[in-house]
């Protein structure tokens, strides 16, 4: 059975991942020994706060046509299915990515991770994007794709500086 999405929807969904990408890097703060770490950790999740809000933002937006349920869903499970899709994706927002930390990595791997995650987010909304219809926001998918190639270039500029310090 195929399973059509629409915008609000997936705007639902972008901003539970932003939330597990700001808990990733918390999660990495909190086990810093290096108080510069911490702090670089930190903004880094208030980032993902901002991104948070720019999906919240961004999904004001969304038209009532572009908010219709696809399926008759008395029970809610619609919105079940959606959050174990976002929390089993692997991209960025995962919490396995969170999880699996252990305080050993460094900061070049962490932000490596990061960027992997983004990534893997990146591929999974291309996936969703074919699951709306044009009619019910699409194209909001595509800004969000867009919003998600920012990231991957602001941490990838983050990358050449830790490597280049």
């Known amino acids: 059975m195929m399973y059509d999405f629409n915008a ?12 597990g990408g700001a808990a990733f890097y ?19 999740a208030a980032m993902e706060d901002t991104h948070k809000s720019s999906f919240l933002t961004m999904s004001d937006d969304v038209s009532e046509a572009e908010k219709t349920e696809q399926v ?3 029970a809610g499970d619609a919105e079940m299915y959606l959050a174990a899709m976002v929390d089993s994706h692997g991209g960025e927002g995962s919490p396995s990515a969170a999880d699996a930390l252990t ?5 070049e791997e962490i932000i490596k991770t990061a ?6 987010s990146i591929l999974f909304y ?12 699409q194209k909001k998918v595509d800004d969000i794709i867009e919003e998600e190639r920012r990231h991957v270039i602001q941490l990838s500029s983050l990358l050449r500086k830790i490597k280049s310090a």
Do not use: C, W
């Open 126 to 137: 291309l996936g969703i994007k074919d699951m709306v219809p044009p009619k019910y926001g």
């Open 103 to 107: 305080g050993k990595e460094t900061m």
């Open 8 to 19: 609000g929807e997936v705007f639902k969904m972008a901003v539970r991942i932003e939330e």
């Open 115 to 120: 960027i992997g995650l983004e990534k893997e």
């Open 26 to 44: 918390r999660k990495a703060a909190g086990l810093q020994s290096d108080e510069e770490n911490k702090k670089f950790l930190e903004k880094l």
């Open 72 to 74: 008759f869903d008395p």
